[in-house]
């Protein structure tokens, strides 16, 4: 019997990556969230919602984080479960470089990179080619991982399972309004797996 009781803090950008009716259903499941777009955003909305749950004295045992991305190399549409979180921008291949972040969960060998600029055609051809060598790009990753560790050394606990799923969207080749469309289209299946998830989640605490 596991007397550890399971709570899921699921963090997901803005509400239009899952649609509004998804995220009612799942916020009978778990904390939603809704971080923004970027590193300083989610970093701080990741931060904020550990140190609320914090004060009311419970902690998360998992947090999940769900949302769109790009890719070069996985069709739109393409479910991805990254292992391995790394940091963009000029933190990659340089001297400002940060070490990738491995979660200990989903697919072996998938990565995402997180960068504050969107990728398109203006993006310098040597970013371009630094990116291609990963999975799938996004504005939040790295920051929420960095947030938890970083708010669970300064209270002594240890980090919270950590779940990644991610849709690909496009391939960094269309503007906002397209990716508006085009998420749209994806919502019931980023629902359908957050939502197995969470029961694999449940499934394996109630074995404990």
């Not at 955003?41 to 004060?55: I, V, Y």
């Not at 070490?99 to 993006?123: E, H, R």
């Not at 991610?166 to 990716?179: F, M, P, Q, R």
Request: proline letters at 4%; aromatic letters at 6%.
């Amino acid at each position: 019997m596991n007397n550890n009781p399971t709570k899921i803090l699921l963090l997901t950008a803005v509400a239009d990556e899952l649609g509004a009716e998804n995220i009612a259903k799942l916020n009978q499941l778990c904390d939603v969230k809704l971080i923004g777009v970027g590193k300083l955003n989610s970093f701080e909305a990741t931060l904020n919602a550990l140190a609320d749950s914090g004060k009311m004295g419970t902690t998360y045992s998992h947090i999940i984080n769900v949302g769109s991305c790009g890719s070069f190399c996985h069709a739109p549409g393409t479910l991805l479960y990254p292992s391995i979180v790394a940091q963009g921008d000029i933190y990659i291949a340089s001297d400002f470089a940060t070490p990738p972040i491995s979660l200990g969960t989903g697919n072996k060998g998938c990565s995402i990179v997180s960068s504050d600029n969107f990728i398109g055609a203006d993006t310098p051809s040597s970013q371009l080619e630094l990116f291609k060598t990963f999975d799938a790009m996004d504005m939040e990753s790295y920051a929420i991982m960095r947030s938890i560790a970083f708010y669970s050394a300064r209270h002594n606990q240890p980090q919270p399972e950590v779940h990644m799923i991610k849709i690909v969207s496009d391939a960094a080749d269309g503007t906002l309004e397209e990716w508006a469309e085009r998420i749209k289209q994806l919502q019931t299946s980023l629902y359908e797996a957050t939502q197995a998830t969470i029961d694999q989640i449940n499934t394996q605490q109630n074995q404990k």
